[in-house]
Each structure stands twice: as C-alpha cells, then as structure tokens.
C-alpha cells in the first residue's frame, strides 16, 4: 500500500495533466431533488393525486405552497438539460433512488440541481475513497430556487437566472478545480463488521455498495493505543461534517476523544460532537459557535468599566464585532484541517476532563469511544450508523479523499 506522501505526489501528478481547458464534456448526469412533494409519494405510494392532496390539506399543509415549489423544480430541472443539451451533450437523468455507481461512471460531470442537500447527496456517492486509479468525475450544482435557498455549495445564484452561461463556460473550459476536502470514517474494533446504515431521508437501510472496503488488522502501535484489533473504513466520505450523538436530542452524550493520537484521553458530557471540514464550516460549525450582537454587548455590559467611553463605543459596534467573529469561523474547502465543536459541554464538577480540554479546536485526527445509549455517528445529515457504548471511530483527512468541483465565480 502507497504511503501517505508518495498518494500525495501521484495525486498531484494525476491532476496537472487533467486541466479545465483539457476537460472534455460530452455527457452530463443530472441528479435531481427530492422535493416536499415527492417525499409525501413516496410516503403515501396507494393514494392518488386527489386523495394525498387531501389528506395533506387535513393534516394542515399548505398544500398549494407544495405544488408550487415542485413545480419551480422540475421547470428549472428541464432549463438545465436543455442547457446541457444546446451544447451537444448527452443527458441522464437520475434520483436519491436511480442514484447508482455505474451511471455516475458514465458521466463526465455530476450535476446536482436542487439545494445543498442534494449536493451533498451527490457528493457522497461521488469520487470514491482510493480515487487515483481513476479520473475523479467532477461536481458542479445548480440553486433551484434561490429565493428561498441559500445554496452555498451551488454555482453564484447569477447562473440559476442564466444556467447557459454557466453551461458554455463549462464546456469552453473557463473555469477552475476546486478541491473540498472530506472526512474519512474508519471504525475500530475486534471485528471487520459494519452495521447496516439508514438513508434519514428515506428512514429505510441502504447497501454499501459504492465502495467494498476490506477489514484490516491494525498495526500493533494502534490496536495498543486503541485497545482495538480490527479497521474498516466506512464507504460514505463527509463533505460537511460528521456527527456523534444521542438519537434523542435531551439525553446527554458521553464521549472521549483522542486528539492527533496523543496519549490523553479527552472526556466529555455534551450534546454531541460536530467534526467539521472547511466546506462545512460555513453549516453547522458556525451555527454551533456563532455569536450575536446581543452577545456582544452582554458581555460588554459586564466589564467592570462598562460605563467607560471605550466600552461605549465598542457597544455601538456590536454588530459589526459579532460579524467579524463568525467570518473567523469559516476556514477554507481544501484545508487539510479539521474542526472539532464540542455542542453545549457540560462544565461542572467533574467534567469535562481534564479541565482544560477545549470545546472547539483544530486537529488532524479525532479519535471517538462512545458511552452512549442510543447513538448515531451521522455523514453529512444523511447517511446514519449505530455508534453506542464501546463503538470507536477515527476521523481523518486524506487528499486522495476530496471532492473535485467546478468553480465559476
């Protein structure tokens, strides 16, 4: 197996070959978004069209609201294969269910047209651990509506009003890669076994059938360090994040974590951990730790000197202060880093320990026991896996693991 350097160079060696203006798109997968309405299909698959939207009215939904957003979807859906199209390209159509490795094989680029969510969605069944045997097929989204979404991960809302543009430019090569890193799970234990995931829009199991990795025997350093014997990598890469917690959000979690393999034990009572990558920083991460100006000023109202003329002025500017904390947070897509935020710690008698165990730091690795009851280690919002008392996974970064996206602007 290559070593971590020797992946890095081959990795860098694949890609300066493989520039925009050699990028050649003949074939273009549009990955379509599940909307309200669909889900409510599928929830309801023996009713008709007249009976689901009766009983959604009866259950209170603004049903026209529903129709409405749908139908702003799919007419944005036929805007970009027909953009796709005027460009001689030919186009596949695929689903949260159609969504399989061998049509995204078949493309030269994944188009996702809907949200984040549906980026995401893509994401993780795109660019396969392992990748350098293979050109990485790119990732460009489109914001469907970008009046009610804020669609980070998509194209600047300008191409959801002109998506040919963006199209052209595509195909004519004026554009740039964009590399976002991604997390990579791998548990730990005295077996090579994986419980089954769940799909948690779909709340139904799904096969690991992107990826097959093989158990492996630890080296004796790690299965020492860890108490552990076996590893397998989870086939699901976090694009945003991934998070460890109780199911029921009032039950407490305990955790301990292991930071950059150092030989302290970090433990913690909280309300789960967010491990976060420079692409998901702007998501939860910063909903984790942001701040408000009513924070701001809070705390400068209770400075000893808080009727001093200096204090004064900073009160007048509480807004501009909690803005430049929280631009603080945000840390580039292809930062190798990591970020974890430890949600509401417990701080009270013994925990956390020790002391000075931080809330919110930048790492290369986390390592996560659990002691929890009913858990669940999260990928990106989606992809769920059991994760309760004496289950042990490691979060870490490669670069062979990130995510090749197309960026316009």
Same mark, same amino acid.
């Given at each position: 197996m290559l070593k971590s350097s020797q992946l890095v160079q081959q990795f860098a060696k694949e890609y300066a070959k493989f520039t925009p203006a050699n990028f050649k798109l003949e074939r273009a997968l549009v990955v379509t978004k599940l909307s309200r309405y669909e889900f409510e299909q599928l929830r309801h698959p023996g009713l008709s069209k007249e009976q689901l939207e009766q009983k959604l009215r009866n259950r209170g939904t603004d049903v026209e609201m529903v129709l409405y957003l749908h139908n702003l979807h799919k007419d944005f859906e036929r805007r970009i294969v027909q953009s796709f199209q005027n460009v001689g390209c030919e186009v596949k159509l695929a689903s949260r269910s159609s969504l399989s490795k061998e049509v995204m094989r078949w493309a030269d680029v994944i188009v996702p047209v809907g949200g984040d969510g549906t980026f995401l969605l893509s994401a993780g069944r795109a660019s396969p651990l392992f990748a350098l045997s293979q050109q990485k097929t790119p990732i460009v989204g489109f914001n469907s509506d970008p009046l009610h979404s804020e669609g980070r991960l998509m194209l600047p809302k300008y191409f959801s009003e002109n998506p040919s543009d963006a199209v052209s430019r595509i195909k004519s090569g004026d554009f740039k890669w964009m590399h976002r890193s991604r997390v990579r799970t791998t548990l730990l234990g005295s077996n090579?076994?994986?419980?089954? %995931?769940? $799909?948690?829009? #779909?709340?139904? +199991?799904?096969?690991? *059938?992107?990826?097959?990795?093989?158990?492996?025997? @630890?080296?004796?350093?790690?299965?020492?360090?860890?108490?552990?014997?076996?590893?397998?990598?989870?086939?699901?890469?976090?694009?945003?994040?991934?998070?460890?917690?109780?199911?029921?959000?009032?039950?407490?979690?305990?955790?301990?974590?292991?930071?950059?393999?150092?030989?302290?034990?970090?433990?913690?009572?909280?309300?789960?951990?967010?491990?976060?990558?420079?692409?998901?920083?702007?998501?939860?991460?910063?909903?984790?730790?942001?701040?408000?100006?009513?924070?701001?000023?809070?705390?400068?109202?209770?400075?000893?000197?808080?009727? %001093?003329? $200096?204090?004064? #002025?900073?009160? +007048?500017?509480?807004? *501009?202060?909690?803005?430049?904390?929280?631009?603080? @947070?945000?840390?580039?897509?292809?930062?190798?880093?990591?970020?974890?935020?430890?949600?509401?710690?417990?701080?009270?008698?013994?925990?956390?320990?020790?002391?000075?165990f931080k809330e919110r730091d930048f790492v290369q690795s986390v390592f996560v026991k659990s002691h929890c009851i009913d858990a669940n280690l999260v990928i990106d919002g989606s992809i769920s896996y059991p994760f309760n008392d004496g289950a042990k996974a490691l979060l870490e970064i490669y670069p062979e693991d990130a995510l090749l996206t197309i960026a316009l602007d």
């Open positions: 090579g076994k994986i419980p089954e %995931s769940t $799909d948690l829009f #779909r709340h139904t +199991e799904v096969k690991m *059938e992107q990826v097959t990795t093989q158990p492996e025997v @630890l080296d004796p350093e790690m299965a020492s360090k860890y108490k552990a014997k076996m590893k397998r990598i989870l086939p699901y890469l976090a694009l945003n994040e991934v998070f460890i917690g109780e199911h029921l959000s009032a039950r407490v979690s305990h955790l301990q974590l292991v930071l950059d393999h150092q030989d302290v034990v970090n433990k913690t009572k909280c309300s789960g951990l967010c491990v976060s990558t420079g692409t998901g920083s702007t998501s939860w991460h910063t909903s984790i730790n942001r701040i408000t100006s009513r924070d701001v000023d809070a705390l400068l109202r209770s400075l000893p000197n808080s009727d %001093s003329e $200096d204090v004064l #002025r900073l009160r +007048e500017n509480t807004e *501009e202060i909690a803005q430049r904390y929280n631009q603080g @947070l945000l840390f580039p897509p292809d930062d190798p880093r990591l970020c974890y935020s430890i949600r509401e710690q417990i701080c009270v008698g013994v925990w956390p320990s020790p002391k000075t």
